[in-house]
């Protein structure tokens, strides 16, 4: 199962990035999606994530400026990071809970990650 991640790259502190990711579709349903992290010399952690439920979660170190948002119809969620700082360079992956219809299974998933680098 691969989670096909787009947007990235070099960002301007104060810029903005939109972040999207998309699930394969007909026999897997979300369960949860969004987005960690890992910068240079740190653990992976948790940015956003938005469950099936609408129901979001996210990091103190980006609320009010990062946005987790999801199309249904095409499988796919998208961050929306606004007010980028330097401390935000990082590998981003995309993450997915999935479950898989013909199998009644469930499965933890991960994007291949891009970098967001935060710089002038």
């Known amino acids: 199962v691969q989670l096909a991640e787009a947007g990235g790259g070099l960002v301007q502190p104060g810029g903005s990035r939109r972040r999207s990711c998309t699930a394969p579709g007909s026999i897997f349903n979300i369960v949860s999606m969004g987005w960690h992290r890992q910068g240079p010399g740190k653990p992976r952690e948790l940015v956003a994530t938005l469950n099936s439920g609408h129901v979001t979660n996210s990091a103190e170190s980006v609320k009010g400026r990062f946005t987790i948002s999801r199309d249904n119809a095409k499988n796919a969620v998208y961050l929306q990071m606004n007010s980028l700082k330097p401390e935000g360079t990082a590998v981003y992956y995309c993450?997915?809970?999935?479950?898989?219809?013909?199998?009644?299974?469930?499965?933890?998933?991960w994007g291949q990650g891009t970098q967001v680098t935060v710089s002038s």
């Open positions: 993450y997915a809970r999935l479950y898989q219809t013909n199998r009644s299974t469930f499965g933890d998933y």
